[in-house]
């Protein structure tokens, strides 16, 4: 079964606008991944938070996680029309391998 | 940078045929994962190998095999294709099992008709 699910399932945007974008998941993890995947190519990593860390920033990206609510987001700031793609989370829990993705969001970024 | 490599972009085959699907990443790692997505399913694991010569099954693993004779190498067979197969593959591999990122190949368009 799915466990993330990312929402809304489709955001649009103006340039320079920010994205907000939020995962749900269900059971405990160890960590929880964000990728994005432009179309018709495969997923690229964005960043990783670990379940002992509240905050994480990488350049424009910004990826809150709460246990307590099986939430994170992903902020991604003065976006450009470069960044339209899908992003997926992914959580990695106590089977230790597998990572589960979500259904992804979809964001247009219009120039 | 990881370089993760799928054979084909896209690939049509018929039906009842024995189809492979070659990925070869270049960093060295362990472990290397078959996924396929399909729209509205998201990314659904088939299986996945943390050593030469073994693998694991995933979520959806009927119908497919794999083989993973050298590290750097983990195939894809579909022994008998069918048209509920037709789906986008995306090959990955990482360094260690969940706690690092996957990497990501640009993935195999595949049609069967």
């Known amino acids: 079964s799915q466990q993330g699910e990312e929402d809304p399932q489709a955001l649009s945007i103006q340039e320079g606008e920010n994205a907000t974008m939020n995962c749900s998941y269900k059971?405990?993890?160890?960590?929880l991944q964000w990728y994005r995947q432009n179309s018709g190519r495969g997923l690229v990593h964005l960043i990783l938070?670990?379940?002992?860390?509240r905050e994480k920033h990488s350049g424009r990206l910004r990826v809150t996680l709460d246990t307590s609510k099986k939430s994170s987001s992903l902020l991604i700031t003065a976006s450009r029309a470069a960044d339209t793609a899908s992003y997926f989370c992914?959580?990695?829990?106590?089977?230790?391998?597998?990572?589960?993705f979500g259904k992804g969001t979809l964001l247009t970024v219009n120039p | 940078d990881v370089k993760v490599t799928q054979s084909s972009r896209y690939l049509v085959k018929r039906t009842g045929e024995k189809v492979f699907l070659e990925c070869v990443q270049d960093?060295?790692?362990?472990?290397m994962f078959w996924y396929r997505q399909d729209p509205g399913l998201g990314l659904r694991l088939i299986y996945f190998?943390?050593?030469?010569?073994?693998?694991e099954k995933g979520d959806i693993p009927e119908g497919y095999s794999v083989s993973r004779e050298k590290k750097e190498r983990f195939s894809l067979i579909l022994e008998s294709a069918s048209t509920n197969q037709t789906s986008m593959y995306l090959c990955?591999?990482?360094?260690?099992?969940?706690?690092?990122?996957?990497?990501f190949g640009d993935g195999t368009r595949l049609s069967i008709l």
């Open positions: 990955a591999s990482s360094l260690l099992l969940g706690s690092q990122p996957q990497h």
């Open positions: 059971t405990s993890i160890n960590n």
């Open positions: 938070i670990r379940s002992n860390e």
């Open positions: 992914a959580t990695a829990g106590g089977s230790n391998y597998k990572l589960t």
């Open positions: 960093m060295d790692h362990e472990n």
């Open positions: 190998s943390y050593d030469v010569k073994m693998k």
